[in-house]
């Protein structure tokens, strides 16, 4: 978690990685299962920027990764 700045907002390969890109994950999970914890509530819902702009606050990430703990 101290990767994470303490504010702001997160994509989604920022989360989950990206290793054509050398992202880390932050929680290890591929894009479907992400993405069905969304719709189940079991993640935080996602702000939509723009019409193909999906981010998370980093806020919600910090306190997912807190409870899960």
Known sequence: MNQLP??????LSQIIG?????????????????WYGVKSGK????IKLGA???VWRVEDIRKLIAEAC
Not at 20 to 31: A, Y
Request: proline residues 17%; aromatic residues 10%.
């Open 43 to 46: 993640y935080p819902k996602p």
């Open 6 to 11: 303490e504010t702001g907002f997160l994509r």
């Open 52 to 54: 193909r702009t999906t």
């Open 18 to 34: 990206d290793a054509k890109r050398g992202i880390p994950p932050i929680i290890p999970v591929c894009r479907a299962s992400f």
